[in-house]
């Protein structure tokens, strides 16, 4: 029976905006992009021009999983948002 039901597509992750990830790291908007432009975090454009933010991304940098951004375990989550937030502004 299983083998009639059909395959589903894989999710694709979801995109968020500057401000969306702002409020993420407790930071403005505007620094989002600075990082953006300056290649701490990674970004896509829209066909408009808009930036977009890939959420995975955006959740492991939050969890200290990229290299640039790892974080001491000991820490707790709002010392991380924090201190992720002070080493992407470098």
Request: aromatic share 4%; glycine share 6%; charged share 30%.
């Amino acid at each position: 029976m299983a083998e009639d039901m059909p395959s589903r597509a894989p999710q694709r992750d979801r995109l968020l905006t500057p401000g969306e990830v702002a409020t993420l790291f407790r930071v403005d908007p505007k620094t989002v992009t600075r990082w953006a432009s300056a290649g701490r975090i990674g970004s896509i454009r829209t066909p408009g021009g808009h930036r977009r933010f890939r959420e995975s991304e955006v959740r492991a940098l939050l969890r200290g999983e990229a290299a640039e951004v790892a974080v001491p375990a000991q820490q707790n989550l709002s010392n991380t948002v924090d201190l992720n937030a002070r080493r992407l502004a470098r």
